[in-house]
Structure formats: structure tokens, C-alpha cells
């Protein structure tokens, strides 16, 4: 028998959480791997539709879970704006690291910097990816933002449109844009200060 309900005390980087049935307050026990579809990953306050059965230690749990049509639709698709801007700034500045470094205008500590965060952030979004599909320990959000922060956005955005991870969870992008345009702003007001520094020195 299916039922349907809310899921709730969801724990993303867990895995885990309970669903409560929509007739009463009946909670059982959910595991992101009792998730049949993995176009998404399910978020709190998600209606999904459910069967029940026992554990090895005879405890209820959700199984066969589904999300409704209509709301897998309309969940599944990021915003092709918040996507397009993000594709032209890290193609933009990209090439612009790499014309700059070729004319010797940025440090090779710098390019080395967003190289390395880069190659560190796509291995971190692969054992994410990864860990989500096997339903074990999962990356910290916290610690993607962290890397993206440093240098690794670049790298970030690929391994998500790559991997096609992280590209819906619309809270998570928001914070993404905003580490990207934190880094930017720190890369350009470092840029100016070196300009200045090399300027001063040339006038002396």
C-alpha cells in the first residue's frame, strides 16, 4: 500500500530523515537510497509518496519513495539565467587569467592558487556526488562554499554543470553566486593594489 506524506527532519548531508503521513502524525524513518528517482535530491517540506516496511530490527521505514509528477517537474529545472551569467562570468575570467598570465600581469601564485582550488573542488564534487548515490557520508555544503570561496568556483562550476550536481538546490546556488562574487571582488581589489604598487615603483 502507498501513502503519502511530508518529508521532514531531513538530513542532507546524512542522508536521512522521517516522513509524516499525511492522515495523522505516523512518522517513519527514510534513507536518501529509498529514493527511486535521483534527478534531484530531496529537500525538506518535500511531498512524496511512500510504502512501509520493516527493518532487520523490526522498525518501520519508507521504501520506494517517489516524489509527485508535478513537483519533480517543477523542482528539476535550475534557473537557465542564474546558469547563463554564471557560465559567461567563469568562461570571462578564466580567459581572462589565462591572457593575463601569458602577458605576465598576474602572479603564478595566483594562477596556481585557482588551478589547485579548482582540481581540489571538482575531486570534492565528485566524492559528493558519489557518497549521494551511495547513500554514505556526504561533503559538507559548508565545506564546497569554503572551497569555492578560496579560488575553486571556477572548478566548481563545471564539476556541477558537469556532474549535474548541486545545480538544482536553489539555496545552495544562491550562496555559490555569492562566494563567487566575494572571490571576484578580493582577485580585483588585489589586482588594483599590485598595479598601484607597480606604478609607484616606476614613477621612483
Not at 492522515?23 to 518535500?46: C, Q
Amino acid at each position: 500500500m502507498r501513502y503519502q506524506g511530508k518529508l521532514t527532519n531531513w538530513n542532507d548531508a546524512k542522508g536521512i530523515g522521517t516522513i509524516t503521513w499525511n492522515g495523522g502524525t505516523d512518522r517513519v524513518f527514510v534513507h536518501i537510497s529509498a529514493f527511486t528517482t535521483k534527478r534531484r535530491r530531496p529537500v525538506a517540506n518535500d511531498i512524496v509518496t511512500y510504502e512501509v516496511e520493516r527493518d532487520a530490527n523490526g522498525r518501520f521505514k519508507a521504501v520506494n519513495v517517489l516524489f509527485p509528477e508535478r513537483q519533480q517537474s517543477q523542482k528539476a529545472k535550475p534557473s537557465g539565467i542564474a546558469s547563463w551569467v554564471c557560465g559567461v562570468v567563469t568562461a570571462l575570467f578564466v580567459g581572462y587569467l589565462v591572457i593575463s598570465g601569458m602577458k605576465g600581469n598576474t602572479s603564478e601564485a595566483i594562477l596556481g592558487l585557482y588551478v589547485i582550488a579548482s582540481f581540489i573542488t571538482v575531486l570534492a564534487y565528485i566524492s559528493d556526488k558519489t557518497a549521494a548515490k551511495s547513500g554514505s557520508w556526504r561533503t559538507s555544503e559548508s565545506s564546497l562554499h569554503l572551497l569555492a570561496l578560496v579560488g575553486g568556483w571556477p572548478g566548481a562550476y563545471v564539476a556541477q554543470r558537469l556532474f549535474r550536481h548541486k545545480t538544482i538546490k536553489q539555496p545552495f546556488q544562491g550562496v555559490f553566486m555569492g562566494t563567487m562574487v566575494i572571490n571576484i571582488l578580493c582577485f580585483v581589489a588585489y589586482s588594483r593594489h599590485l598595479m598601484s604598487d607597480t606604478a609607484s615603483l616606476g614613477i621612483r
